[in-house]
């Protein structure tokens, strides 16, 4: 055989094969609905109407379900208004709007522009993730749709260490390649390899990492990296490489980038990690020691000439211990050095071992790729000197954010506000446009709220764990976050007191959804039916996207004797279940419940049935399913149903108990008693009954 032969048929069945089976098996596993699609958008039809919608499952790829890391609620049109303006937000948390997603980024942002364009409508899609840094956010950006958005905004930096694939995450472990990171995500798209998962998954017990629970900032200080750290070089080079390609797909998407830097916490957030450097010897480490006393017991004293003495000595020592230098700053800022203060501010954050904030390098990175990259299609805003500039003569501290990176109300602000000169510069360059007051632009997001006091009440929780509590200004950090909570408190007042601020706004007609969504929360706490339901119907025309307005108003209907009428909004809270599988099955066997009250048996047996048949591991709601069977299969006299569902659910229960699934469901006796005692058989609901009372002895 020739060698030219010998080659193909080696190709052949090397490679050709092999591949062609890969094909196969990849596209019959597609067929049969094994695996998940990883994309950040599904398409989803509305009532005839195309939509794209988020798709929870996406962070799936690089966390552990478990986690909960997942998209914002986001349902948009795939066909655009030509009078509309669509702008996506691309980031982390910081970006998502945490701790205040309903008081976030998009939503600052959205009224700034409703007031600039009257005449547009305005939508600003939030795509942020907590946790995410630029290997997400690549991805995200990879697989948006093409002319989904007008403009994209981009504010990531802060999490490229904690985040997947850095050297201090616990979830993707480090990879100092990009290429190998990319083809390990394409690996994982796959659905043989998902398959593949899934086997191993069976036949080993669950890891740690699979079923772990939310723990927050807790979870990503297991290791420290220091600023000599050789990893961080191909952190550096990752992000730089991962937001230049993310500028370029969203410019091929005809997406306009509006790149910004990423201002972080320097004031107010001391280091959470210090270590000396490497090669610090006994002697210098003891005569450390003692200069540090010295220096603490200064600073205590607030003898600030004294302190910066001392100070500056230890780090002639040691000029890598971040905290010297946080404590050298604060000292300098007493003395009102503000300019020698920022350096070492900076440097604290340099030398932080524990990689949570963005850094110089981070930012460097964004204001050369903003030199570099196509104008035309690509605007930067300077969001780092815009916080200085807000903070002056000091540097950016609780003034703008709540702890080491997440925006308060004035931080998210100043956001807004510089992206919408940023916006309307590319858009309608004529406008002159005018910064909105700060006190107009909380009224149109209705900041603060009762919600507010809520999340503030889960901040504080947050930043009494560690990291924060490993800072030297913990009890400063944990004394503020206490002093805004009750600032924010005394302004929100009580439900009346909100009610009319807000009034005020829906007569100036100049309010958007959310607003709506709280005064029909007012008004049902209240009680003030008539105007809840006003607000609810106004807030669904507004926005005819969110699952709990269309349960809150079917709430209402079935609350009033309107059965009917719940099951419209019923059925449409069906299209934002985003396969929430326990909120499929409650409306789903709510609207059976429905028909079967407005005397509709049969109709009502088909959404009854279809829980039993596709949502038996949802136990509440199967049982609540058999037991309004056999309830309204009796009231019909529809006897031969009723028997068939009475076997039906002992089989179910059974089959549980079989299974040691009765803790999934504490109630299984009680509720076969009660289906027992509906269908008439007293000695079978005595036996149940019976077993209720064993299990709970």
Request: glycine share 4%.
């Given at each position: 055989m020739?060698?030219?032969?010998?080659f193909?048929?080696t190709?052949i069945?090397?490679?050709c094969?092999?591949l062609?089976?890969?094909?196969?098996?990849e596209?019959?596993?597609?067929?049969?609905?094994?695996?998940?699609?990883?994309?950040?958008?599904h398409e989803i039809n509305?009532n005839g109407e195309l939509?794209?919608?988020d798709?929870k499952?996406?962070?799936?790829?690089?966390?552990p379900s478990?986690?909960?890391?997942?998209?914002l609620?986001?349902?948009i049109s795939?066909?655009?208004?030509?009078d509309?303006?669509?702008?996506l937000?691309?980031?982390?948390?910081?970006?998502q709007g945490?701790?205040?997603?309903?008081?976030?980024?998009?939503?600052?942002?959205?009224?700034?522009?409703r007031?600039?364009?009257?005449d547009?409508?305005i939508e600003?899609?939030?795509?942020?993730?907590t946790?995410v840094n630029?290997?997400?956010?690549?991805?995200?950006?990879?697989?948006?749709p093409?002319?989904?958005?007008?403009?994209?905004?981009?504010?990531?930096?802060?999490?490229?260490v904690?985040?997947?694939?850095?050297?201090?995450?616990?979830?993707?472990?480090f990879?100092?390649?990009?290429?190998?990171?990319?083809?390990?995500?394409?690996?994982?798209?796959?659905r043989?390899w998902?398959?593949?998962?899934?086997?191993?998954?069976?036949v080993?017990?669950?890891?740690?990492?699979?079923?772990?629970?939310?723990?927050?900032m807790?979870?990503?200080?297991?290791?420290?990296?220091?600023?000599?750290?050789?990893?961080?070089e191909?952190?550096?080079?990752?992000?730089?490489?991962n937001?230049?390609e993310?500028?370029?797909?969203?410019?091929?998407?005809?997406m306009?980038?509006i790149?910004?830097?990423?201002?972080?916490?320097?004031?107010?957030s001391?280091p959470?990690?210090?270590?000396?450097?490497?090669d610090?010897t006994?002697?210098?480490?003891?005569?450390?020691?003692?200069l540090?006393?010295?220096?603490?017991?200064?600073?205590?004293?607030k003898?600030?000439?004294?302190?910066?003495d001392?100070?500056?000595a230890l780090?002639?020592v040691?000029n890598?211990?971040?905290e010297?230098h946080?404590r050298?700053?604060?000292v300098l800022e007493?003395?009102?050095?503000?300019?020698l203060?920022k350096?070492?501010?900076e440097?604290?954050?340099h030398?932080?071992?524990?990689?949570?904030?963005?850094?110089?390098v981070?930012?460097?990175?964004?204001?050369?790729?903003?030199?570099?990259?196509?104008?035309?299609?690509?605007?930067?805003?300077?969001?780092?000197?815009?916080?200085n500039q807000?903070?002056?003569?000091?540097?950016p501290?609780?003034?703008l954010l709540?702890?080491?990176?997440h925006?308060d109300?004035?931080?998210?602000?100043?956001?807004a506000d510089?992206?919408?000169?940023?916006?309307?510069?590319d858009?309608?360059?004529s406008t002159?446009?005018?910064?909105?007051p700060?006190e107009?632009?909380?009224?149109?997001i209705?900041?603060?709220?009762?919600?507010?006091?809520?999340v503030?009440?889960?901040?504080?929780?947050?930043?009494?764990?560690?990291p924060?509590?490993?800072?030297?200004n913990?009890?400063?950090l944990?004394?503020?976050?206490?002093?805004?909570r009750?600032?924010i408190?005394?302004?929100?007042?009580?439900?009346?007191?909100?009610?009319?601020?807000?009034q005020?706004?829906?007569?100036?007609?100049?309010?958007d959804w959310?607003?709506?969504?709280?005064l029909?929360?007012?008004?049902r706490?209240?009680?003030n039916?008539?105007a809840f339901?006003f607000?609810l119907s106004?807030l669904?025309?507004?926005h005819p996207?969110?699952?709990e307005?269309?349960?809150k108003?079917?709430?209402f209907l079935s609350?009033?004797?309107?059965f009917r009428?719940?099951i419209?909004?019923l059925?449409?809270?069906?299209?934002?279940?985003?396969n929430?599988?326990?909120?499929?099955?409650q409306?789903?066997?709510?609207i059976?419940l429905?028909?079967?009250?407005?005397?509709?048996y049969e109709?009502?047996k088909?959404?009854?049935?279809?829980i039993?048949?596709?949502?038996?591991e949802?136990?509440?709601?199967?049982?609540?399913?058999?037991g309004t069977?056999v309830k309204?299969?009796?009231?019909?006299?529809?006897?031969?149903?009723?028997y068939g569902?009475?076997n039906?659910v002992?089989r179910y229960a059974?089959m549980?108990?079989?299974?040691?699934?009765?803790?999934?469901?504490?109630?299984?006796?009680?509720?076969?008693?009660?289906i027992?005692t509906?269908a008439?058989?007293?000695s079978?609901a005595?036996?149940?009954q019976?077993?209720?009372?064993?299990?709970?002895?």
């Amino acid at each position: 055989m020739s060698p030219i032969k010998k080659f193909t048929f080696t190709f052949i069945a090397v490679v050709c094969i092999p591949l062609l089976f890969f094909l196969a098996l990849e596209g019959i596993l597609r067929l049969f609905g094994v695996g998940t699609n990883y994309d950040y958008f599904h398409e989803i039809n509305i009532n005839g109407e195309l939509h794209y919608q988020d798709n929870k499952a996406f962070a799936n790829q690089f966390y552990p379900s478990s986690l909960g890391i997942a998209p914002l609620n986001n349902t948009i049109s795939v066909s655009r208004d030509k009078d509309e303006v669509r702008v996506l937000v691309l980031g982390g948390s910081a970006a998502q709007g945490f701790p205040h997603i309903n008081h976030g980024l998009d939503r600052h942002l959205s009224a700034h522009l409703r007031r600039a364009l009257p005449d547009k409508k305005i939508e600003v899609i939030n795509t942020a993730m907590t946790s995410v840094n630029s290997h997400v956010v690549y991805e995200v950006a990879r697989t948006i749709p093409a002319n989904s958005a007008d403009y994209a905004i981009i504010l990531m930096g802060n999490n490229e260490v904690v985040g997947p694939y850095g050297p201090s995450t616990f979830s993707q472990n480090f990879l100092p390649n990009l290429s190998m990171i990319r083809a390990l995500q394409a690996l994982k798209r796959t659905r043989t390899w998902q398959a593949i998962a899934m086997l191993v998954q069976e036949v080993q017990p669950a890891s740690g990492k699979t079923d772990m629970e939310w723990e927050g900032m807790e979870m990503f200080t297991e290791f420290s990296v220091p600023h000599n750290d050789e990893r961080l070089e191909d952190v550096y080079s990752h992000y730089e490489n991962n937001l230049r390609e993310i500028i370029d797909i969203l410019q091929d998407k005809n997406m306009h980038v509006i790149l910004s830097s990423v201002p972080v916490n320097l004031r107010d957030s001391a280091p959470f990690g210090s270590i000396h450097r490497s090669d610090i010897t006994e002697d210098e480490l003891s005569s450390w020691n003692a200069l540090n006393k010295q220096a603490d017991n200064a600073y205590t004293r607030k003898n600030w000439p004294e302190a910066k003495d001392h100070y500056q000595a230890l780090l002639k020592v040691d000029n890598e211990y971040a905290e010297s230098h946080f404590r050298l700053a604060t000292v300098l800022e007493n003395m009102r050095d503000y300019a020698l203060a920022k350096k070492h501010f900076e440097a604290a954050l340099h030398y932080d071992t524990k990689r949570f904030r963005s850094n110089h390098v981070i930012n460097e990175i964004v204001s050369q790729m903003a030199s570099d990259e196509d104008k035309e299609a690509l605007s930067f805003v300077d969001s780092v000197a815009i916080f200085n500039q807000a903070s002056q003569p000091y540097v950016p501290g609780w003034n703008l954010l709540h702890e080491h990176v997440h925006f308060d109300y004035e931080g998210n602000y100043y956001l807004a506000d510089a992206f919408t000169q940023a916006i309307l510069a590319d858009f309608a360059p004529s406008t002159n446009y005018s910064s909105m007051p700060k006190e107009q632009a909380a009224e149109l997001i209705g900041f603060p709220n009762h919600e507010t006091n809520q999340v503030m009440d889960r901040l504080l929780k947050m930043v009494q764990k560690s990291p924060f509590t490993n800072q030297s200004n913990f009890a400063e950090l944990k004394s503020h976050t206490e002093s805004r909570r009750e600032q924010i408190s005394v302004e929100v007042g009580t439900p009346k007191d909100m009610l009319e601020k807000r009034q005020k706004l829906i007569e100036q007609n100049s309010v958007d959804w959310k607003i709506h969504y709280e005064l029909a929360e007012l008004n049902r706490f209240l009680r003030n039916k008539e105007a809840f339901y006003f607000h609810l119907s106004e807030l669904i025309k507004l926005h005819p996207h969110n699952h709990e307005s269309y349960i809150k108003l079917a709430e209402f209907l079935s609350a009033n004797g309107k059965f009917r009428e719940a099951i419209t909004p019923l059925k449409q809270s069906l299209y934002y279940v985003r396969n929430d599988r326990n909120k499929a099955s409650q409306a789903i066997g709510w609207i059976g419940l429905n028909y079967m009250r407005t005397d509709d048996y049969e109709d009502g047996k088909v959404y009854l049935e279809q829980i039993i048949d596709d949502y038996s591991e949802q136990i509440s709601a199967t049982m609540r399913a058999y037991g309004t069977l056999v309830k309204y299969a009796k009231e019909n006299k529809q006897n031969k149903d009723m028997y068939g569902y009475i076997n039906a659910v002992e089989r179910y229960a059974n089959m549980l108990i079989k299974q040691d699934r009765v803790d999934e469901f504490p109630l299984l006796y009680r509720r076969m008693a009660q289906i027992m005692t509906i269908a008439g058989n007293n000695s079978e609901a005595q036996r149940w009954q019976s077993l209720a009372t064993k299990d709970k002895s």
